[in-house]
């Protein structure tokens, strides 16, 4: 059942999340006409392009081979991003209309029915798992945690991500893309990460992200910094008037070559009873 969109506001910035998805699916700035966020994952999108604002990618980033995920002798049927789009969420608190955390929780072996790439299929993991995303504004920026809780009575290996779509600035061919890492500094065009293969860019150690362009005349700027991730991907079709800028843990670029999970660069271990947190921070101007 669709929920009405969920308001968080400032004198700076009105951010709407949908509460079953997680998803934030507007991004307005006091003074500006340019909406931020690709609409796909509004419920009442029914335009082209990928049907999705943002996505929790977890336990996996990236493809699953066969649909089919291994760890040490467990085999469990997964899909592309995991499981948890597939589950929906719930309101655990509010703030002022200035922070909102949700909630969603998922019982180890559950069968959850899913349709993807044309069929219906039961996914399921074997480990019980919360996760609670939170959202709160400061000033320009958008501050999103992600914490992740093992509930299992076993140690739980994962990759977790998040996939915000922006929408482009006009005339994207201009726009720039700069990347840090902890060793180097890079600036590419739209047009240099379209020219890679699925129009993917795997970006190693990667902490900061800004993209810049022209809106109305004005400077149009979305950064993010995501320290505790480790590595990002960058995504954006040919023609599509969107951009995915992904913090992860995993880069699934060799991931088509092996099913374990536990063997995946990036892969994380998290005890039984035990969390961690992943920050990101989007600043918008």
Known sequence: MNQPAYKLSNKTLEVQIRPETAQVISVNLDGKKHQYIWPGGKSDYLGAGWQNSDLIMFPVVGPVPENQLFYNETSCTMIQHGISRCLPWCIDSESDNKILRLIQNYLGETRIPVRFSNETVEISWPFSFKLISSFELNDNELFEQLELINESNMPMPYGLGRHPAFNLPERPHRS???????????????????????????????????LTGEENGELFLVELEFPDFGNSMLWSPEEAQYIAIEPTTILPKDELLYKKLDQRKGAKILDPNSSEFYRTIIRFA
């Open 176 to 210: 720039k893309i700069e990347i840090e890492s902890k060793t180097i500094k890079q600036i590419i065009s739209l047009g240099d990460l379209r020219s890679l293969t699925n129009c993917v860019a795997f970006l190693e150690d990667s902490q900061f992200i800004r």
